[in-house]
């Protein structure tokens, strides 16, 4: 790391505004392949961070980078394992996404659950302990050469033809030829251009107030779970109680042999203009929800907050473009829908693999022109609109465990078919060391999912936001949305017919061997002719 004399009088190829887990893995890649990167951050690590669930194309693609931009430290973050041996003890184990629905003033229905079993001779997902993998990045990027300006809170930017100049509230300048703003809501990029979308476009509407407690049961144990009869136990994954207007994740970081952490992250999600604040305190408004829900409350007698509670106002916010003369705006300085489905970090590494190999060629042939990344903000609006549909989506269905089952199934076919297509891009890639199968990914239209499954997946998904808006509108039922919705799974040709995501009552999904061996044998004699290719 230079001093602040070596730096302001040095000229960085790309410099990146946040040190957390975006700009620590670009960074990290950036320095590796030798371009000359400086990180700067208004805070310093260790510090609190949510977005602490992983799924398995968000460890795909990290093992994509690590492979294909040779920097294996970053892979350890794709298993539970490396990430325990490697990174932090501190972390927890996921090996299912768990939901659970309720209803205000009723019992919980035991035939009212939902799970994706991830299995285990495919991966371990986790649940990561962030201050400890984001710092974790950072020094990763530091070791290959990235310098690193902490502290350090940018008051202004300009940017043109010649490249970028950053102001800090020190006094500071620094000069780079390229900026990438991975920093929040408050991207100092997005306040400089006006860039924030007001009023958003998205449909979704949330607000949320979470913490880390010590103390909580595992639901498994609680009266509400029994007569459960799901593949994996509830706390051995992550949990979300679902219910009109909201829902609950309960994370837990203790859920493992050998554990050494207490901790389990909770938070609650709710729409805000059901539920308004109305200036309780955070920890006031989470017990009032559980007193409405005792078989929830069971699982909170005892625990207690042992950090902050963070509470916010509504979560939604977007950019009217992502990518200008000599910036670009990643993760969460580009947009922010909701934690539900853990599809954070998944964006963020996406966009990271896109971004980096732009930036690579760009320091190289110095063409750092906003043609070049204009797929980085296609990509980007592509990624915020998939998630927007889904979770706007599935609100509208929590007000009816019909609806909600059917969107559920929605949800497993954007999890699945993707993964999928990514597993096999990676594979190709280490079998001929040329990365055009991962280039190939960037070929669907719309960007949001990747091809070849993308535009069928959209399609659904599309059909599915538009029903769901006609249910919030009162034109359609919920129960005969549910059953369009099904018909639609049925009949949207990307979709494996041996999954029976079409089925209601298949609330399980848990892709064994078997199963697995009914979808190869689809493939290759029953899919359509651009989805064979990934059987193949």
Known sequence: MTDNGQRDAKRYDVAILGAGMAGGTLAAVLARHGVKVLVIDAGTHPRFAVGESTIPYTSTMIKVIADRYEVPEIGSLASFRGIQTKISPLSGRKQNFGFVYHQEGKLQDPEQVNQLKIPSWHSTESHLFRQDTDAYLFNVAVAYGADASLGTRIQDIETGPDGVVLRSDRGEEFHAEYLV?????????????????????????????????????PYDDC????????PSPWHAGTLHHVFDGGWLWVIPFDNHEGAVSTLCSVGLTVDERVFPKDGRSPQEEFDAFLARYPQIAEQFHGARAVRPWVSTGRLQYSATRTVG?????????????????????????????????????????????TERFSYIDALQQGLFDVHDDLVYSSFVGFRDYALWNAVCQVWKSISFLPSMALERAHRLFLETKHDGPLRDLEKSDPPGLPAPVGQGLVRLLTFTRELCRRVEDGEVTPADAAEQILARVRDTEVIPTPLDLSNPDNRFFDATPDVMEQVVAWGKEEAPEHIRRLFR
């Open 181 to 217: 703003d991975g920093s929040g809501f408050r991207s100092p990029v997005a306040d400089k251009f006006g860039l924030r979308e007001e009023p958003t476009r998205a449909r979704h509407h949330s607000r949320s107030l979470f913490t880390h407690m010590v103390g909580v049961k």
């Open 223 to 230: 009266e509400g779970a029994k007569g459960h009869n799901q």
């Open 325 to 369: 003369e000599r910036y670009c705006l990643t993760a969460h300085a580009a947009g922010f829908i909701d934690a539900l489905y853990s599809r954070g970090l998944n964006n963020t590494f996406e966009v990271v693999n896109a971004l980096a190999w732009r930036l690579i060629e760009a320091s190289r042939d110095g063409d750092w022109s």
